[in-house]
């Protein structure tokens, strides 16, 4: 696979994740301590948090299990797949709470850190979309390239049965 959608970016959309992950982790924890007196409590409040945790692990998983030798029995195209699209979804969900509970009430700080982490979690999202699209067809070609090379060996093997013959070699005289 060439251009943008190559295997090779993975690891640096990876790091700028994490980089972002980081980053509505803080907001999220200086929002929570910095709420004002009459706002209510959400779950908008914590979802950020957990989610920014749950997105941290299966980066780690994966950076692991591709980079570190003696964690590659744990690897699967397959399983990157999914956690990737199923992370679109859960970053889409901390927008929906965020935006909800913005529109019911938003005031001074909180207000702002918000709304950043708002973006930040549309930006996740994007970035999400992007690796679950570069390992679906990762996944897809690895699975076309195992297809060939059993098709290969299977010819191979047929190519390579010679049956017995029981003529006798002639000689030139």
């Not at 982790?25 to 301590?33: E, N």
């Not at 019911?104 to 970035?127: A, K, Q």
Request: hydrophobic share 50%; with cysteine; aromatic share 8%.
């Amino acid at each position: 696979m060439i251009g943008i959608l190559s295997p090779r970016y993975k690891l640096p959309i990876h790091v700028i994740q994490i980089f972002l992950i980081i980053i509505v982790l803080v907001l999220s924890v200086v929002r929570m301590f910095k709420q004002p007196a009459g706002a209510p409590r959400t779950r908008a409040n914590t979802m950020s948090l957990g989610m920014s945790a749950k997105s941290l692990v299966l980066i780690l998983y994966q950076l692991l299990t591709e980079h570190v030798r003696a964690l590659q029995r744990w690897s699967s195209l397959k399983v990157y797949a999914i956690l990737n699209a199923m992370e679109i979804v859960f970053w889409l969900a901390v927008v929906f709470l965020l935006i909800q509970a913005n529109i019911n009430f938003c005031s001074g700080l909180s207000c702002t850190l918000s709304w950043i982490v708002v973006s930040l979690g549309i930006v996740m999202s994007l970035l999400a979309v992007y690796m679950a699209v570069v390992t679906f067809l990762d996944f897809r070609n690895s699975r076309s390239k195992k297809l060939d090379m059993d098709d290969s060996t299977e010819v191979q093997s047929v190519q390579s049965y010679r049956a017995p013959t029981n003529a006798p070699e002639t000689s030139k005289a």
